[in-house]
C-alpha cells in the first residue's frame, strides 16, 4: 500500500505512511475479532492484483480462493459492511441509527472550537493573536513545518503548501484526516466530543 500510494504522490509520502497505519489497525482489528492467524497468503501483499500478472516473472503464484468466511461474517447476521483483511480501502462503520440522523453543521460547529480540535490531535498551535501557525497534520505526520494556518476568531484553517493547499472548517479538517465525507465526519465528531447533532438534541457520548 505504501508503494502504491508513493508512486501515486512522490512528493508525499507522510499520506502513504498513514494509510499503512490505518491498513495495519484493520488487520490487526480483524485478526482480534475472528481469533484466527493473519494468513499471509490470503493478499499478494509483494505484487498486488493491480500490478501482478503473467509477465511479472518474480511475481508467485496466485494463492487458491479461500472457501471460508471473510474475517467477521455470520450467516445468521444480515448483510453489512464489514472488516476484512482483503479489503483495499475500509471506511468506519456508522452506527445504525445515525442513518437519518440530521446534522446541523452550523449548530456542531459552533460547540466545537478548531483548537479543541487540535488539542486533542496533540496539535501545538505557535504564535500570538487571532492567527497561530503549526505543521499540517493532513500532510505532515512528522509534525515538522509551520504551513498551516488557523485563524481562531473564523475558526477555519489553511495550509499554504502548495503539494496540500487543505482550507476549510473543523468538519473538512476531521473529513481530511480520517478520509470520510463531511457527513461522515460530522458524525464522527458528535461521537467523539459529545455534541449535540442539531439543536435541540441530546448530546451523545462515545
Known amino acids: 500500500m505504501y508503494a502504491r500510494v ?3 504522490r512522490p512528493r508525499r509520502k507522510a499520506v502513504a505512511v498513514g494509510h499503512a ?7 490487526v482489528f480483524a485478526v482480534w475479532k475472528t481469533g484466527k492467524p493473519f494468513d499471509p497468503t490470503h493478499y499478494r501483499w509483494d505484487a498486488p492484483a493491480h500490478v501482478a500478472g503473467s509477465d511479472n516473472p518474480l511475481s ?24 476484512t483483511a482483503a479489503c483495499d480501502e475500509i471506511l468506519p462503520e456508522l452506527d445504525a441509527s445515525d442513518d437519518g440522523l440530521f446534522v446541523d453543521f452550523a449548530h456542531l460547529k459552533q460547540q466545537l472550537p478548531i483548537a479543541r480540535v487540535l488539542e486533542h490531535l496533540g496539535i501545538t ?16 505526520a512528522d509534525g515538522r513545518g509551520r504551513t498551516f494556518s488557523v485563524e481562531l476568531d473564523k ?8 503539494q496540500c493547499g487543505a482550507k ?36 451523545r457520548h462515545g
Open 6 to 8: 508513493v508512486a501515486k
Open 21 to 27: 497505519m490505518r491498513k495495519l489497525l484493520h488487520l
Open 60 to 83: 508467485p503464484p496466485s494463492p487458491p480462493p479461500l472457501k471460508e468466511q471473510a474475517a467477521g461474517l455470520k450467516p445468521d447476521v444480515p448483510a453489512r459492511t464489514e472488516v
Open 125 to 140: 498551535l505557535r504564535g500570538r493573536g487571532s492567527q497561530r501557525r503549526c505543521a499540517c497534520p493532513i500532510h505532515r
Open 155 to 162: 475558526q477555519v484553517f489553511h495550509c499554504f503548501e502548495a
Open 168 to 203: 476549510g472548517d473543523i468538519i473538512d479538517l476531521w473529513a481530511a484526516l480520517h478520509h470520510l465525507s463531511l457527513r461522515q465526519a460530522a458524525l464522527d465528531l458528535v461521537r467523539t466530543f459529545g455534541l449535540e447533532p442539531s439543536p435541540g438534541t441530546e448530546k
